[in-house]
């Protein structure tokens, strides 16, 4: 993208586009749909002064509408629907900002154009953009995590377990991502050259060895820098131990209704989101990684993802095979565009902060991949010029559609009533 859009210009553009499209969305849309007949109803309990009244249906902590109720400065006759929507439109800004200086941090080689440019179209990734449009929790959810990872890479790390605080009243899977940010906020302790010496690029890993090789070195520099261990781990044990709490007095993490949030064993959550994460990234995966090195063979990696989907085709039924080569692509290719940046160590804690949230999920709601995904687009080599407006053109094709869709292809259902529409 030309060196014209400066920050003034993206920031216009964008809300430019965002107030237009919320103007015509509550115009087709007036009413609360789907999810939002909990939200919107809670949060003008707040603009009315009532704190104490809980529907049993919410299932997230009030981030969500305490955030709302400051911006609107808990003014009743400003808590409609349409006001309500329009608080969630601060969030693509401040991701905006927090993701052009975390690029800086993790990508030092960009110019500040690049970086720029590269937040521009992230903040447009298809889910987070279309529920910009409803007032639900993702884009707190994001902003905060984001805030919190930016504030550890800047070793404020009282201030990152604060922001991850906030996230977890939006969504409380988000303590394991904060958990996430110590575990990556530690690889740092190690020196440049100590780093290179024991946890090498994910991409060019050959031997499972070097895997333990990696942790090895890893868990030595822990052991000599111990007491700046604890002093970095401190503000998230706090956290940590807040949440247990809550946990107990709560009797689980899901608050009221659970019906729908029962914790299962649904693996095959993390090939979903293999396939999602290549098939939504594929042109930053093109402008990074070539072809040859994408096409080529796996070595050990190759082992371990044919294995991990082979048993989930046969816990889920043999039809599932012809989808093993798919899941084996889409990973590896990640794996390389993430790899080729991250070191291997990243690259396991990324892995298992992944698995802790998506896995426990029984459904299938794409909503749940905008964090992985975030983080994952973010840390990964950054692409630049036509394959970076490629993936603007792209997400912004998906966005026209969805959003059309959405608002002009309503239709119903035998057994239930009122208008349903097509989303994500």
């Given at each position: 993208m030309p060196g014209i859009f400066t920050p003034a210009t993206i920031v216009a553009l964008h809300l430019s586009v965002l107030i237009t499209v919320s103007v015509i969305w509550s115009r087709i849309v007036p009413q609360p749909y789907m999810d939002e007949i909990f939200h919107i109803p809670q949060a003008q309990r707040y603009c009315q002064g009532d704190y104490w009244t809980w529907d049993p249906k919410l299932t997230t902590p009030p981030g969500l509408y305490v955030?709302?109720?400051?911006?609107?400065?808990?003014?009743?006759?400003?808590?409609?629907?349409?006001?309500?929507?329009?608080t969630n439109l601060s969030y693509p800004f401040i991701i905006l900002f927090t993701v052009a200086s975390l690029l800086k941090s993790i990508h030092p080689h960009l110019t500040r154009q690049e970086r720029l440019n590269s937040a521009a179209v992230i903040i447009c990734f298809p889910i987070l953009w279309f529920f910009n449009f409803l007032y639900y929790t993702d884009g707190g959810s994001s902003a905060f995590i984001l805030l919190s990872w930016l504030a550890a890479k800047k070793r404020h790390h009282l201030l990152s377990a604060l922001g991850s605080a906030v996230a977890v009243t939006f969504r409380q899977t988000n303590i394991i991502w904060s958990l996430f940010i110590v575990g990556t906020a530690l690889l740092e302790l190690s020196t440049p050259a100590e780093r290179r010496r024991f946890d090498p690029k994910a991409a060019f890993v050959q031997s499972p060895l070097q895997l333990?090789?990696?942790?090895?070195?890893f868990i030595q520099i822990l052991l000599s820098k111990f007491t700046r261990v604890i002093t970095i781990s401190l503000p998230y044990l706090g956290l940590l131990a807040g949440f247990a709490a809550f946990v107990k007095w709560n009797g689980g993490i899901v608050l009221g209704d659970r019906s729908n949030h029962i914790p299962s064993m649904h693996v095959m959550q993390?090939?979903?989101?293999?396939?999602?994460?290549?098939?939504m990234s594929m042109f930053a995966i093109l402008g990074v990684v070539p072809v040859a090195r994408l096409i080529r063979r796996p070595t050990f990696k190759y082992g371990l993802l044919s294995f991990g989907s082979s048993l989930m085709s046969r816990y889920n039924g043999i039809i599932l095979y012809a989808?093993?080569?798919?899941?084996?692509?889409a990973a590896w290719f990640c794996w390389q565009a993430l790899g080729t940046e991250q070191t291997i160590l990243w690259v396991v804690i990324y892995a298992v902060a992944t698995?802790?949230?998506l896995i426990p999920s029984p459904l299938l709601e794409f909503r749940y991949f905008i964090t992985p995904y975030l983080i994952y687009r973010i840390a990964m080599r950054q692409p630049r010029?036509?394959?970076?407006?490629l993936e603007l053109l792209f997400y912004t094709?998906?966005?026209?559609?969805?959003?059309?869709?959405?608002?002009n292809k309503p239709f119903r259902w035998a057994h239930q009533e009122g208008v349903q529409r097509f989303m994500w």
């Open positions: 955030i709302s109720n400051i911006l609107l400065a808990a003014q009743r006759p400003l808590c409609s629907t349409f006001f309500l929507r329009l333990i090789q990696a942790l090895t070195g993390l090939f979903y989101f293999a396939v999602f994460s290549a098939g989808l093993v080569p798919a899941y084996i692509a698995m802790l949230t010029g036509v394959w970076l407006f094709a998906i966005n026209a559609v969805t959003v059309w869709m959405f608002l």
